[in-house]
T-cell receptor
Framework: AQKITQTQPGMFVQEKEAVTLDCTYD???????LFWYKQPSSGEMIFLIY??????QNATEGRYSLNFQKARKSANLVISASQLGDSAMYFC?????????????FGTGTSLTVIP | KAGVTQTPRYLIKTRGQQVTLSCSPI?????VSWYQQTPGQGLQFLFE???????NKGNFPGRFSGRQFSNSRSEMNVSTLELGDSALYLC?????????????FGAGTRLSVL
């Protein structure tokens, strides 16, 4: 089974609107971290937001928030008030804990295009 | 604080050659991971080093190897290059090798094998 699944290869959003990028994960480790990264066309992976498996509240970082639904193993990224500069690839990632080797897994990514 | 630095940014090699890529982590970070990114396979984990020891290894052939020095800088070596090794190679550093540690990435080295 895939460790990280991103089912939306491409998404479009109108400037200033909110958009949700989906991510589901699969792990049996009780300790894990979930991450979202942005990759513009330049190639560099930019860290956006982190959610720990034991965190009670959903993570927020500025215009980014993570909708963490542990029972459903879902960690969707919500971008509010989209900007043209948000156009990029977005990757969901998970790092498992020591029980399963601390490995880092990435999804296949979602290409987001913000339309003016 | 300086970010993760990868050198060189671009490389062109021919089949059969070998190549060494370098990564300098963020100051104070002791864990360095390497990833290969291709359009077909996406981001694939190569290996992780922590305190000069390889902690984790992905599913890549032995032609891919790495090492970490006492100052946490890391190098990745690919021997006997194949056309399929053309990819963006990303290095990431984190303070430790733990689930809650954020990995910070460099700009990558784009390798083209002709």
């Amino acid at each position: 089974a895939q460790k990280i699944t991103q089912t939306q290869p491409g998404m479009f959003v109108q400037e200033k609107e909110a958009v949700t990028l989906d991510c589901t994960y699969d792990t049996s480790d009780p300790s894990y971290g979930l991450f979202w990264y942005k990759q513009p066309s330049s190639g560099e992976m930019i860290f956006l937001i982190y959610q720990g498996s034991y965190d009670q509240q959903n993570a927020t970082e500025g215009r980014y928030s993570l909708n963490f639904q542990k029972a459903r193993k879902s960690a969707n990224l919500v971008i509010s008030a989209s900007q043209l500069g948000d156009s990029a690839m977005y990757f969901c990632a998970m790092r498992e804990g020591p029980n399963t080797g601390n490995q880092f897994y990435f999804g296949t990514g979602t290409s987001l295009t913000v339309i003016p | 604080k300086a970010g993760v630095t990868q050198t060189p940014r671009y490389l062109i090699k021919t089949r059969g050659q070998q190549v060494t890529l370098s990564c300098s982590p963020i100051s104070g970070h002791r864990s360095v991971s390497w990833y290969q990114q291709t359009p077909g396979q996406g981001l694939q984990f190569l290996f992780e080093y922590f305190s000069e020891t390889q902690r984790n290894k992905g599913n890549f052939p032995g032609r891919f190897s790495g090492r970490q020095f006492s100052n946490s800088r890391s190098e990745m070596n690919v021997s006997t290059l194949e056309l399929g090794d053309s990819a963006l190679y990303l290095c990431a550093s984190s303070p430790r090798s733990m689930a809650k540690n954020i990995q910070y990435f460099g700009a990558g080295t784009r390798l083209s094998v002709l």
